[in-house]
């Protein structure tokens, strides 16, 4: 019985504290109209980060997401990088997406810098929170054009803005064509900034800081509803 009621203590425990962590929602109706989010903090310290805002609307067959960087000054990407390189360790706008209303170990990462190079990877992290020693894993999406991704960027350097349009299909996420309304998502949104001075260092900004500079701390995901 003690060990019963020291388990039953240790989950209690673990539920507050999953509770206690307060993230932000947002409805998303079908396209054209559009559900917005932005942010100006950065990651982890809540300082000043230039405001970034994404824009969500789905069809019948996607989710449209359109990234607007505001405030840009470098405009930093490595050139030589193509579909689904390191292009995160340069100038990136990044969405974490999984259907679904718990802190998932599975979900789908996706990219793109400056120079509308895409990444897109299912990642595995058990952990929740990419814990030293714990399996981490992504298993990339090897011809995302066939599978219905998209991206175009355009840059707008006398306004210091970069905004990119993607393309998500909703089947890769077991949605059948017509099925998005009514569906719940947990979803984080990031942006790095580094410079040719700065790198590899980079300043984070997300939709829902984590408490750690780590972008894959999934109680953080905020609540996304397809209304």
Not at 132 to 137: I, K, M, R, S
Request: proline content about 8%; overall charge negative; glycine content about 4%.
């Amino acid at each position: 019985m003690h060990n019963l009621l020291t388990l039953t203590t240790a989950a209690a425990g673990l539920v507050a504290t999953a509770s206690a962590t307060k993230v932000p929602s947002v409805n998303v109706p079908a396209c054209p109209r559009v559900g917005s989010i932005s942010y100006s903090k950065s990651v982890p310290d809540l300082t000043p980060f230039p405001r970034t805002q994404v824009d969500l609307c789905y069809t019948d067959t996607s989710l449209e997401l359109a990234f607007t960087a505001f405030d840009e000054v470098n405009y930093y990407f490595n050139a030589s990088q193509g579909i689904n390189d390191d292009i995160w360790e340069y100038e990136v706008m990044e969405a974490f997406l999984y259907k679904g209303t718990d802190d998932p170990k599975t979900y789908v990462e996706l990219e793109v810098n400056p120079n509308n190079v895409t990444y897109q990877a299912f990642v595995y992290n058990p952990s929740k929170n990419r814990t030293a020693g714990a399996p981490f894993d992504h298993f990339f999406v090897s011809d995302p054009a066939t599978d219905g991704f998209s991206a175009t960027t355009v840059l707008n350097k006398p306004a210091k803005t970069w905004k990119s349009t993607v393309t998500v299909p909703l089947g890769i996420f077991n949605v059948d064509d017509c099925k998005a309304k009514g569906t719940q998502w947990r979803m984080n949104f990031f942006r790095t900034i580094t410079s040719p001075e700065t790198y590899p260092n980079q300043t984070l900004g997300a939709w829902s800081p984590p408490n750690e500079a780590s972008f894959h701390i999934t109680p953080y995901f905020g609540h996304v509803n397809f209304v």
